[in-house]
């Protein structure tokens, strides 16, 4: 189980935030391993590996669930996201995209099982 913190500073996007925390949360390990200490082969690391991510963000119904999958080279991805995160006063850029003067930011729980 890992976490990650992703913030989207201009933009206010939800799903950037998402990727960055998951990003964020997956790079502090390998699973690159797995065929070898589990003895899987390449086609046996999609069946056996079970990724659950959750990211907490202030509006999770704006949440692009399949980029967030995109975070994750291996196994069988599953996000939910949910009502959380921080949204707080930020700077305001037009030419950065910036919608209002916030910054959005997420926090990402990833768990991997192996079955």
Do not use: W
Not at 44 to 67: G, H, Q
Not at 76 to 82: D, F, I, R, W, Y
């Amino acid at each position: 189980m890992e976490f990650g913190l992703g913030l989207d500073f201009h933009g206010q996007d939800v799903t950037k935030a998402a990727v960055k925390a998951s990003k964020d949360a997956i790079s502090r390990s390998c699973l690159i391993g797995l065929n070898e200490v589990c003895g899987f082969s390449q086609e046996d690391v999609d069946d056996n590996v079970l990724i659950d991510v959750t990211v907490a963000v202030s509006r999770p119904e704006e949440v692009d669930e399949e980029e967030v999958r995109k975070c994750f080279p291996v196994g069988k991805v599953t996000v939910h996201a949910v009502k959380g995160g921080l949204k707080t006063d930020g700077l305001y850029f037009t030419r950065f995209e910036d919608k209002d003067d916030s910054i959005e930011a997420c926090l990402a729980c990833v768990k991997v099982e192996i079955k």
